[in-house]
């Protein structure tokens, strides 16, 4: 069994196992997705029903996926999101191409792995903070279908673990909107 990452201790990682997550958040969102796929059938947004996390709501990411080519557009982010990376609802993920934040390559590759995939995704990442302090945050990203097959939108939850709105600055790549 894989030990979880202790948020201080670790590089940036992507595409990790559930069991090195450490965020309640997470793993709670993961146990209500599993839930209600059923018959080896992916859930719809109609089968998430908001009411099951409200705690979780303001770290939460629900995104469209295009193919051809692939692309990832926000279609609603929670005031925790909003509070960290500016304005991104209606936006595309790579039109919010920044360096000071996070990096757009690697979660544009994230979502892919679970559009294409069909299968959740979890990363250990990190914000910069204005003195240079690096701030841990760990996400999900979870495919959602419509017909239970094809990925059509991702839900995605974040979670900044201890970090506060004044220890970063908002990128202004992502606060232009």
Not at 6 to 20: K, N, V
Not at 53 to 64: C, E, G, Q, S
Not at 69 to 81: A, D, K, M, Q, W
Request: aromatic letters at 10%; proline letters at 5%; hydrophobic letters at 40%.
């Amino acid at each position: 069994m894989m030990s979880m990452i202790h948020p201080y201790d670790a590089e940036s990682r992507f595409d990790l196992a559930l069991s090195e997550i450490s965020s309640e958040l997470i793993q709670h969102f993961h146990r209500l997705w599993l839930q209600v796929c059923s018959n080896g059938r992916l859930p719809s947004r109609a089968d998430i029903d908001p009411n099951n996390f409200k705690r979780i709501l303001p770290n939460v990411i629900l995104v469209d996926i295009e193919r051809d080519p692939f692309r990832v557009r926000y279609r609603l982010c929670g005031t925790r999101i909003t509070e960290f990376c500016g304005h991104l609802t209606g936006r595309y993920l790579d039109e919010v191409a920044t360096h000071d934040v996070w990096s757009t390559a690697a979660y544009l590759r994230q979502y892919e792995i679970a559009a294409t995939q069909a299968r959740p995704v979890f990363s250990f990442d990190w914000m910069v903070g204005r003195l240079g302090a690096r701030y841990p945050f760990q996400t999900g990203i979870w495919p959602l279908a419509s017909d239970g097959r094809t990925v059509d939108m991702c839900i995605a939850v974040e979670d900044y673990l201890k970090l506060r709105r004044n220890d970063v600055q908002s990128s202004t790549a992502l606060s232009a909107h």
